[in-house]
Every structure is written in structure tokens, then in C-alpha cells.
């Protein structure tokens, strides 16, 4: 099983809003509602941001949405802050108990 | 609050195993709802899922990995363990246990509780 796609990178001025992408298949992403995302600082351990495909943690701003189309998810940040920079990963359950992440997308706050 | 701490030597030797312990604070490993993870990031590139393990003793590896690894809990220790085997300069990276969401053994969903991530060099 490959990685999912994501896109190397991402940019965005502060107030702005930025999507990114995490293409699978109909095995992992299209098939199954368990789509995370996950935001990683530098040096540090990743935060789940998003879980099954669009619903929020508690104590994560309104700002971060996800939705699925297909086999490819999707990561909006609107708004974007500073403290947004960071890595962002996307993660699928891809049956018979397997895990995918992606490749991750740096963002980066111009 | 629950928090897991990774622990281990940060240096082995080409061609041999690699171990580490994840210790469970602030709450039961033995929950029925949680599926224990190990998690592999390579420095400068992304997140690679290695294995998990329910507290029972069933697991589930990455078939990329699954001839060497073995992933093993102790209860009594609130703790669970990685063993990878023949490593290579390749397993160079941090190493993060995880917690993932997967209520009444179902489906894992999610990873909601990471540790700090503990970095392992393969050299001589």
C-alpha cells in the first residue's frame, strides 16, 4: 500500500485561507469515514486536528475544517494565523486493520 | 490527565534489534476502547505507521514492517513495547507510541493521545 498524496508544500498570508489536498483511493480515503489530519511543529509530536473526515477536537479553532470529495480529502485553515505554520498530515484507515499517512504538506504563513 | 513517555537507547548498532517501552500515566491501558500505537518518523520526512496492539495482547503490524517487528504489552506495568529487528541505517528516525480511538475493539479512527517522540540512530 503507497502513502497518500499530499502536496509538498503550501502558503498563505495571515487572514487568508488555504486548502490541502490528501488524494487515496476507494480502499482507504473513499471508503471509509475515517480520515484524521494532524498538525506538527517543529520538534514536536503531532496534534490531531481533524477526525472522520470533518469533525473538530475540543479546544481546536473554528478555523481548521476538513471534508472529503471522492477519494481526496481535504485541509482548510482559514484565517490563517502565524502560529498556523507547521507540517500537516493526513491519515486513513485502508482496511484489514492497516493505517496510511501522508506524505505531509509544509504550510508556511507568508 | 493520560500521557505516554517513550523510553529507550537512542543508539543501535546495524543488524540489531532495536527496543523501546511506551509507559501509560494517568489512566488504564487496559481500556477496551483504545488501540496502542507505535509510529515511526524518519528525520526530515513524514509519519509512518509501524503496529499496533490492544491491550489483550492482539496486534496488527505495517506488512512493509511485519517480519520484524513485534509489539507486546505488560498490564501490570501499564506499559507496551516495540522490537524491530535487523535494523539499517533506514530505521534512523523518532520514535512516537500513540493512543488511537477505536471503540469496543471496532476500527481504529483516529490518533488522539501521541507521546514526545524519542529519536533512535542505527550506526556503528
Known amino acids: 500500500q503507497s502513502a497518500l498524496t499530499q502536496p509538498p508544500s503550501a502558503s498563505g498570508s495571515p487572514g487568508q485561507s488555504v486548502t490541502i489536498s490528501c488524494t487515496g483511493t476507494s480502499s482507504d480515503v473513499g471508503g471509509y469515514n475515517y480520515v484524521s489530519w494532524y498538525q506538527q511543529h517543529a520538534g514536536k509530536a503531532p496534534k490531531l486536528i481533524i477526525y472522520?473526515?470533518?469533525k473538530r477536537p475540543s479546544g481546536v479553532p473554528d478555523r481548521f475544517s476538513g471534508s472529503r470529495s471522492g477519494n481526496t480529502a481535504s485541509l482548510t485553515v482559514s484565517g490563517l494565523q502565524a502560529e498556523d505554520e507547521a507540517d500537516y498530515y493526513c491519515s486513513s484507515y485502508a482496511g484489514s486493520n492497516n493505517v496510511l499517512f501522508g506524505g505531509g504538506t509544509k504550510l508556511t504563513v507568508l | 490527565q493520560v500521557q505516554l513517555q517513550e523510553s529507550g537507547p537512542g543508539l543501535v548498532k546495524p543488524s540489531q534489534t532495536l527496543s523501546l517501552i511506551c509507559t501509560v500515566s494517568?489512566?488504564?491501558?487496559?481500556?477496551?476502547?483504545?488501540?496502542w500505537n507505535w509510529i515511526r518518523q524518519p528525520p526530515g520526512k513524514g509519519l509512518e505507521w509501524i503496529g499496533y496492539i490492544f491491550y489483550s495482547g492482539s496486534t496488527y503490524y505495517n506488512p512493509s514492517l511485519k517480519s520484524r517487528v513485534t509489539i507486546s504489552v505488560d498490564t501490570s506495568k501499564n506499559q507496551f513495547s516495540l522490537r524491530l529487528s535487523s535494523v539499517t541505517a533506514a530505521d534512523t528516525a523518532v520514535y512516537f507510541c500513540?493512543?488511537?480511538?477505536?471503540?469496543?475493539?471496532?476500527?481504529?479512527?483516529?490518533?488522539?493521545?501521541w507521546g514526545r517522540g524519542t529519536l533512535v540512530t542505527v550506526s556503528s
Open positions: 472522520e473526515v470533518t
Open positions: 494517568g489512566g488504564s491501558i487496559s481500556s477496551g476502547d483504545y488501540y
Open positions: 500513540a493512543r488511537a480511538w477505536a471503540p469496543r475493539k471496532t476500527t481504529l479512527r483516529y490518533f488522539d493521545l
